[in-house]
């Protein structure tokens, strides 16, 4: 085995990534403007970590009826994509790759952020979750079941979301379907109650993804879309596995290759699952004998941990997500073996520059 592996260049779809290190999508909250727009402090978080092979920005809502947390960027208006366009530029200045995540969180939001109104999901049923608003956290309430109507409205909300991530100069984006949010509240048989074409079996649970990825193949190269999937999610975000979760991510995850994306992005088990009949406990391991095509796999990874994945082949890439956030040269301090910051979790999300663009770099690599 080598312990270099992630350190190899890798062609993604014509985009060559200096490595194989993604940096993981990762709320952090600093777009506490009125219009939730990324800033140039927005930009800077992110040029200084280009050197990771891959970057995911934290999720961007794509309409206001997306949004769930304040503070979070959005990519619906001119002046969202003109301050996602400062982000794009100082990324690619310093040599980096970066994707765009396009985010709608379903259930999990509330009435304050809407103006009152329920947020739209599948059905009525209530995550029952703590939701970070302008007066502090609050507790979710049962959410408007979307009409046929509010699905359609949606699905060309992602696709707009797309063009206008492409329109912001982003190298591609991410379809986040994982973490209890709306795709997955679809997918979830506990959260989707519905009778008609996007409920029941299967096949309609899976439905609006396809729905999207079909709108989305109308307008942007599909070679540059990434989906993100958390199939061993279980209590968390309201998120049960059933009798069912793995036949219907066989389902979704063996028709994806037919859409030739830019990868699969996978999440390992939040919790111990490895007594469930109904979960994965090794999700690469499991997919990497039904998907194609390029796998980033996600969860708790160390340097020595990816390479073994990266060995075994049973992912492409691996991301990290608070390594990066605490440790803006992982890569570079994960090639000398250098001791890691430590995280400031109470700064994660928010307002200003500490915890986010202050975590120290090596000496040896300041530019």
């Known amino acids: 085995m080598t312990d270099t592996l992630i350190f190899e260049p890798y062609t993604l779809n014509g985009l060559t990534l200096s490595n194989r290190m993604v940096m993981a999508p ?40 997306a949004v769930g947390v304040i503070n979070v960027p959005g990519i619906y208006t001119p002046e969202q994509i003109d301050g996602w366009k400062l982000t794009t530029a100082a990324v690619h200045q310093a040599g980096g790759t970066i994707f765009a995540q396009l985010w709608h969180t379903g259930a999990y939001s509330h009435p304050d952020l809407h103006e009152g109104d329920k947020p739209l999901a599948p059905s009525d049923v209530n995550p029952s979750q703590q939701v970070f608003t302008a007066e502090g956290f609050k507790p979710s309430e049962a959410p408007q079941p979307m009409t046929l109507a509010d699905i359609e409205r949606t699905v060309a ?46 096949e309609n649970r899976a439905r609006i993804l396809f729905d999207i990825l079909d709108e989305l193949d109308e307008v942007v190269d599909l070679g540059r879309v990434g989906v993100r999937l958390n199939p061993s999610l279980h209590g968390i975000m309201g998120i049960l596995v059933d009798d069912e979760t793995i036949a219907l991510y066989d389902y979704i995850v063996g028709r994806l290759n037919d859409y030739h994306l830019a990868y699969v992005h996978l999440i390992e088990p939040f919790t111990d699952v490895s007594g469930n009949p109904d979960a ?43 390594p990066f956030l605490a440790n803006p040269d992982l890569v570079e301090r994960f090639k000398i073996d250098a001791p890691l910051n430590d995280p400031d979790q109470a700064t994660f999300y928010t307002p200003g520059e500490k915890g986010y663009t202050d975590y120290p770099v090596l000496d040896a690599v300041v530019k």
Do not use: C, W
Request: proline share 2%.
């Open 157 to 202: 909300d992602f696709r707009k979301g797309a063009v206008n991530a492409f329109e912001a100069g982003f190298d591609g984006v991410e379809l986040h379907g994982a973490n209890g949010y709306l795709l997955q509240q679809f997918f979830s048989k506990n959260a989707n109650k519905r009778t008609d074409e996007y409920g029941g079996s299967v």
């Open 280 to 322: 994965l406990p090794d999700v690469a391991k499991h997919f990497r004998n039904v998907y194609n095509g390029t796998i980033i796999i996600n969860r708790g990874f160390t340097k020595q941990t990816a390479n073994t994945v990266l060995n075994d082949k049973d992912a492409d890439l691996v991301s990290f997500g608070v």
């Open 26 to 65: 990762m709320t952090r909250s600093r777009a506490s403007n009125p219009g939730h727009v990324a800033t140039e402090l927005t930009a800077e978080y992110y040029r200084q970590r280009a050197t990771a092979g891959l970057i995911i920005t934290e999720g961007t809502f794509i309409s206001p009826e």
